[in-house]
């Protein structure tokens, strides 16, 4: 009976978190264990799309979700794209269909998990915060782990989710670290509206308090975005930039003001952009590199009790915009595979990973092409006007209108039917297939989504790009 599993699960990331709330829905004891004091101070802005947020609308009989969506932009009605000089390039709705409204959930990180934090403890999910993993046992006698203040936690499944810079990656898949310079990084920000910013003839009617802005300025290897919401009070920026420096990567290391404005000069962006940057408090800015970690084909330990998930697996690079996604639906499968594995946590694990692995690493990709034909548009020609849609990171129906959830459901039999006969292959041929892949001519939600006759330049649409 997978409800009497004991799950224990290292790193309250949206991924972990996303895991112990799913699988502490279908009865299993859930322990989470997290090295961060607490949630609440870490991150700017993080958004998911539909094929993430539709599993936080499930919570609670939509309760998490309209808690989220207090926080969250939840009146933004427009994406803006501009040209970095600040000519308008194209609107966007921000919605691709109304009954996505609660499943758009963008806004503050540390707001958002705060919430999923106290939704997890009502349900019963035993978190401990200020409590890092320093060893994980996987014998074939003991499985689980040992932390920084010497507790040993046994259970039937150890789930390491704990972000990129994983220790289960190294110990439960005996990996070396593989961190690769992307050569490019971010600098971003958070902030609270200020009246210099409302008073500000440039800056100011983004602050406007109805209809929010959401915005975004491509240039050659830049793009800027730019979001105000809760009424008015809050602001965050992010912006992408080449950056072959240093490959440390942290949310907390400070960025320079003076530094960040380089970047936009020399790459001829509006005044606007800069004047964003340049009313932001000093500490408020985080320079993070863009780190990755080159794809694994294995993300289970050798007894196949325990794993890795979310960034820890597949670290993405932020420009795919599904980081935050790609962990919850490794949440959502991973706490299905245990269901209806009914007690084989074997068995659910390799199904997990025949599930996971092709759709997340051909998501993964995309956030490279995906950079790429942005920062090289040539905007002397008439590209952009017959290609609108590079200005649109990745969004395609097979990608955010797909629910892991029932997906899982439909195909766990067969791929069990394969774990249980041994059948031979390559993890890419044993997997699922992705059902989508990312070119040009793919990129279009709605004529990918076959929505006859809508004019496709004018009606795609748009959530955020971090
Ligand atoms: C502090 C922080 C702020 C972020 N802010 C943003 C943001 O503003 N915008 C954005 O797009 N993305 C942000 N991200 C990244 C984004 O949340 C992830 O890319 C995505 O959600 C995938 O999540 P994950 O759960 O796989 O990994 P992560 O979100 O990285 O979560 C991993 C968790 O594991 C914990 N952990 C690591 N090692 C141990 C250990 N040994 N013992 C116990 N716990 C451990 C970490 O403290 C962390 O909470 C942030 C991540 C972090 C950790
Ligand atoms: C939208 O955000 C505002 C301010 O942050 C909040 O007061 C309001 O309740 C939110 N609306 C919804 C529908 O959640
Ligand atoms: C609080 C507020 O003023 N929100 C506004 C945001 O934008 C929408 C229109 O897009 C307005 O209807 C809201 O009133
Ligand atoms: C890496 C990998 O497995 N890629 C495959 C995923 O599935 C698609 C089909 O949807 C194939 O084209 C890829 O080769």
């Known amino acids: 009976m997978a409800s009497n599993l004991h799950v ?14 799913e699988c502490r829905r279908r009865g299993m004891r859930v322990t989470l264990l997290e090295s961060y004091p607490t949630s609440r101070n870490y991150g700017d802005i993080l958004d998911f799309s539909p094929n993430g947020g539709m599993h936080m609308e499930r919570w609670d009989g939509g309760s998490v979700a309209r808690e989220l969506m207090k926080v969250c932009l939840n009146d933004t009605d427009q994406f803006e794209y501009f040209k970095y000089d600040g000519t308008k390039v194209l609107d966007e709705p921000f919605l691709l269909k109304k009954e996505h409204y609660y499943q758009l959930l963008a806004g503050h990180r540390g707001e958002m998990h705060e919430i999923l934090c106290n939704y997890a403890t009502r349900i019963g999910v035993e978190m401990s915060f200020g409590e890092k993993v320093i060893e994980y046992i996987d014998t074939d006698r003991e499985l ?17 989710s704990d972000g990129p810079k994983s220790l289960g990656r190294s110990q439960i898949l005996g990996l070396p670290e593989t961190k690769v310079n992307s050569g490019y990084a971010i600098y971003r920000a958070h902030c609270h509206i200020t009246d210099e910013h409302r008073n500000h003839p440039l800056i100011g009617p983004l602050c406007r308090k109805s209809s929010n802005f959401t915005g975004m300025w491509v240039g050659k290897d830049l793009h800027m975005i730019v979001y105000t919401w809760k009424e008015g009070k809050d602001l965050a920026w992010v912006f992408t930039h080449k950056d072959d420096d240093d490959i440390s990567e942290s949310w907390s290391f400070p960025g320079n003001v003076d530094d960040a404005i380089a970047y936009l000069d020399e790459a001829n962006f509006a005044e606007i952009c800069k004047e964003v940057v340049r009313l932001t408090p000093q500490d408020k800015i985080i320079d993070y590199k863009l780190v990755w970690r080159e794809p694994i084909t294995t993300w289970l330990g050798k007894n196949k009790r325990s794993l890795t998930i979310g960034d820890a697996a597949h670290c993405h690079l932020p420009t795919s915009a599904q980081g935050g996604c790609q962990a919850v639906e490794d949440g959502v499968v991973l706490a299905v595979c245990l269901e209806k594995a009914a007690g084989d946590v074997p068995l659910a694990l390799q199904v997990f990973e025949r599930i996971r692995f092709n759709r997340s690493h051909v998501i993964h990709q995309s956030s490279i092409t995906a950079r790429d034909d942005m920062h090289t548009i040539d905007w002397e020609s008439d590209f952009i ?35 249980k006969s041994g059948r031979k292959g390559t993890i890419q041929e044993l997997s699922l297939p992705a059902t989508g892949e990312f070119g040009l001519s793919e990129r279009h939600y709605f004529k990918e989504a076959g929505s006859e006759g809508m004019d496709v330049t004018s009606e795609v649409t748009a959530t955020m790009v971090l």
Do not use: C
């Open 144 to 160: 689980g782990v040992l932390t920084g203040s010497r507790q040993k936690y046994l259970a039937d499944v150890v789930v390491a």
């Open 8 to 21: 224990l699960i290292v790193g309250a990331g949206f991924a972990g978190l996303t895991a112990a709330i």
């Open 385 to 419: 006007k017959e290609h609108p849609e590079v200005l649109n990171i990745p969004r395609m129906a097979w990608v955010l209108d797909f629910d892991a959830k029932a997906d899982t459901e439909a195909h766990f039999d067969e791929l069990a039917a394969d774990v």
